[in-house]
């Protein structure tokens, strides 16, 4: 079956395996087809820059640990006043900021956010769609819900969207420490109908009971069917951002991730990651436990 790509070469898969390189071909086996962007399409890496210049290397000893609350002598009725640092409040009407303002104060204000890694795939061409996004989070656990919104690009709808409209299927693979960058590089802004898993070195294995595969590096994924889709429109009446409900339909985490025992993930195994401003990420390195109050009744 031979699809039609705006270029001239495609990548197939054997197993989530990346094997030769074919012109414009689709696997039936897999039911996955992988295709390069051309060769002279490629990001300036200025709008990526990131700040080297006396910043200490990435430790990798770090571990997830506990500590105490920062104010473990509090009680309750006491206030806790911001800092002096913070200075005074200030009001700002997000209608009169200018649309790139707003979205750096609200990508910087709202942190740490995780992140999603959504895999998709077209149903006409089986193109594997793979992009992060950190508008995301679970919202609902009986029925098990996730929120995926997916904003939309200058030429209007991104794959990711596209390809949940038309199959109603996408899986949401989580993102940790030992893959960031491979997953940061599907960021790239590839021209559309292109698939971002080869140049990102990810694998892509089948997913149980929906189409669009999962990727192998992550250490939890939320195969998922879409229950809900809101589309969002700004003041214009332009459509913005696809807002994505979608019920978890099965469920893979790794063994050495998953505590049986507790059902909860070990954090100084998941050493997930976060989103923060700008082009900046987060880890989890320290944490600390407060108890709820409880009313007697």
């Known amino acids: 079956m031979l699809i039609s790509k705006p270029h001239n070469k495609c990548k197939r898969t054997v197993g989530g395996l990346l094997s030769t390189t074919v012109p414009r071909l689709y696997l039936p086996a897999v039911g996955i087809t992988f295709c390069f962007p051309p060769n002279n399409y490629h990001r300036s890496l200025g709008s990526m820059t990131a700040t080297t210049t006396g910043v200490p290397p990435f430790d990798e000893a770090a571990a997830f640990h506990l500590t105490t609350p920062p104010h473990p002598t509090w009680t309750e009725g006491i206030n806790q006043p911001a800092p002096p640092s913070h200075g005074e409040t200030l009001t700002l009407d997000p209608l009169q900021l200018a649309k790139p303002s707003c979205y750096k104060f609200l990508i910087s204000s709202v942190v740490p956010r995780p992140i999603a890694l959504v895999s998709t795939q077209d149903p006409e061409t089986n193109i594997v769609n793979v992009a992060p996004f950190s508008y995301f989070n679970v919202v609902c656990h009986d029925p098990p819900t996730v929120m995926v919104s997916i904003n939309y690009g200058r030429n209007g709808k991104k ?83 696809g807002v994505v409900l979608g019920e978890i339909v099965r469920i893979h985490v790794k063994k050495g991730v998953y505590n049986e025992e507790t059902g909860v993930v070990d954090l100084k195994e998941y050493r997930p990651v976060s989103r923060l401003g700008g082009v900046m990420y987060g880890r989890v390195i320290d944490g600390f436990e407060l108890p709820r109050r409880v009313l007697n009744s």
């Open 159 to 241: 794959d990711t969207l596209r390809n949940i409209l038309s199959s109603s299927e996408f899986v949401v693979n989580t993102m940790s420490e030992h893959f960031v960058e491979s997953a940061n590089h599907t960021t790239t802004n590839y021209p559309p109908h292109t698939s971002e898993l080869p140049d990102s070195g990810l694998t892509a294995v089948p997913s149980d009971v929906i189409r669009p595969p999962r990727i192998a590096e992550s250490a939890v994924s939320f195969e998922c069917k879409v229950t809900h889709i809101n589309i969002l429109h700004n003041k214009e009446g332009k459509p913005t951002s």
